[in-house]
């Protein structure tokens, strides 16, 4: 069993930045790729980032390329959400999420989940 620990989020201006980190402790002694993923009230979550373990290869949705960074820290068992240039409609429930298998970032379906930090934009 792998848990994470989101942190990070608040309340920011349109334009400014916040860093999301996530925390895995348990049995981090695996290999887990990493991804961050969002839910804005009354919508469907949606993939935001994702990085793989193996080959630090990032991959970003459309409407947060360029804004938003994924790193990660593996002596620390730490992934980040780097995100500058927040929009209003960045506002969402941010949550951190990891398995052994890249597919399942991809597919959304990941075996564990964070309990989610929210980030509030205000215009």
């Known amino acids: 069993q792998v848990q994470l620990v989101e942190s990070g989020g608040g309340l920011v201006q349109a334009g400014g930045s916040l860093r999301l980190s996530c925390a895995a402790s348990?049995?981090?002694?695996?290999?887990?790729?990493m991804g961050w993923f969002r839910q804005a009230p009354g919508k469907e979550r949606e993939f935001v980032a994702r990085?793989?373990?193996?080959?630090?290869?990032?991959y970003y949705a459309e409407s947060v390329k360029g804004r938003f960074t994924i790193s990660r820290d593996n002596a620390k068992n730490t992934v980040y959400l780097q995100m500058n240039s927040l929009k209003p409609e960045d506002t969402a429930v941010y949550y951190c999420?990891?398995?052994?298998?890249?597919?399942?970032?991809?597919?959304?379906?990941?075996?564990?989940w964070g309990r989610g930090t929210q980030v509030t934009v205000s215009s």
């Open positions: 999420a990891a398995d052994t298998y890249m597919r399942a970032i991809v597919a959304g379906t990941p075996d564990y």
């Open positions: 348990g049995r981090t002694s695996s290999s887990y790729h």
């Open positions: 990085i793989s373990w193996t080959s630090g290869i990032t």
